[in-house]
């Protein structure tokens, strides 16, 4: 028992590393650029991995699980890591930041159309809320203001656009790898895979330049950090630990992101943002409740 509740402990410290991690890829992104500091933070983020959780065992991967869940966990976190990066302004990157957080909500509805995960027909309340918290973030110190929000995407269609792509994509890794990954963690891996791409990309398109700085050199580290890290930490409580309070705590997650990065960026945050993101995260928790006790 004793050994539960400190891996809980673990799991709930990955939950808030995770929620610090929209404010300091932020934070790197402003002095290394949105490519190269998105490079570096999975560069020493797949070395802290691999000095944690250690090496994947590739040979033992089933072969669908290695192609589909690279494929699609590399594009999820390049999608994260540059719709902060391309935001044109903190307070942009943190309602970036929470149209991510549309996945919580999606995974449980992609796992009862794909899944065949049953549920009740709180399904459809929960996903409702999600999507016109999005809208209420979205539409500025007004609230649920469609011309407001409309604008606000025109202003970074990309910013906005690779963020709901990555909550898609993201919602779809956890229903797919649920299937075919027959228990193995290929996370360090695709890490690696995900430094290498967007190493590639900077080498290839180019990107902006890197400012060096003790500063930049401790959000890298704090970045990378609350990546590799949370992740290690996350496997240690789902492996040992009580799972049922670690995915209610993930829920909570849009809140203490928009939380810690309004303080690391030095943002004020609107009451209606607020009102957007409690929102997102009673939604996520409805869809979670509808398929609890399925």
């Known amino acids: 028992m004793e050994e539960s509740r400190k891996a809980t402990l673990i799991g709930l410290i990955a939950v808030l590393l995770w929620s610090s991690i929209v404010g300091l890829i932020r934070g790197v992104s402003e002095h ?3 490519t190269g500091g998105a490079a570096l933070i999975y560069t020493v ?3 802290l991995l691999l000095l944690t959780i ?34 044109n302004t903190s307070r942009q990157a943190i309602e970036v930041g929470m149209v991510n957080y549309l996945w919580p909500a999606l995974t449980m509805v992609f796992a009862i159309l794909f899944n065949k995960q049953k549920s009740s027909l709180l399904i459809v309340p929960g996903f409702v809320i999600a999507i016109v918290g999005i809208c209420w973030v979205l539409g500025g110190d007004q609230g649920l203001d469609v011309a407001g929000m409309l604008a606000n995407i025109e202003d970074n269609p990309l910013s906005y656009g690779l963020a709901f792509a990555g909550s898609v994509i993201w919602a779809t890794y956890c229903t797919v790898t649920a299937r075919i990954a027959e228990g193995r963690n290929g996370v360090t891996l695709f890490f690696m895979l995900t430094a290498a791409a967007l190493w590639i990309k900077y080498l290839v398109m180019g990107g902006e330049a890197m400012v060096f700085s003790v500063e930049a050199f401790v959000y890298l580290a704090l970045a990378a950090a609350a990546m590799g890290f949370g992740y290690a930490a996350w496997n240690v409580g789902i492996l040992r630990g ?33 009102q957007g993101a409690a929102m997102v995260c009673a939604g996520s928790l409805l869809c979670w409740i509808a398929t609890r006790n399925r």
């Open 45 to 47: 983020a797949s070395v």
């Open 242 to 274: 009580n799972v049922t309070i670690l995915a209610g705590a993930s829920y909570f997650i849009p809140v203490l992101s928009a939380a810690l990065a309004a303080l690391l960026l030095r943002t004020p945050l609107p009451l209606s943002f607020w």
């Open 54 to 87: 250690g090496p994947s065992k590739v040979a033992q991967f089933p072969r669908r699980y290695l192609i589909w869940g690279s494929v699609l966990f590399v594009s999820y976190e390049l999608c994260l890591a540059l719709s902060i990066g391309y935001a």
């Open 32 to 34: 290394f650029g949105a």
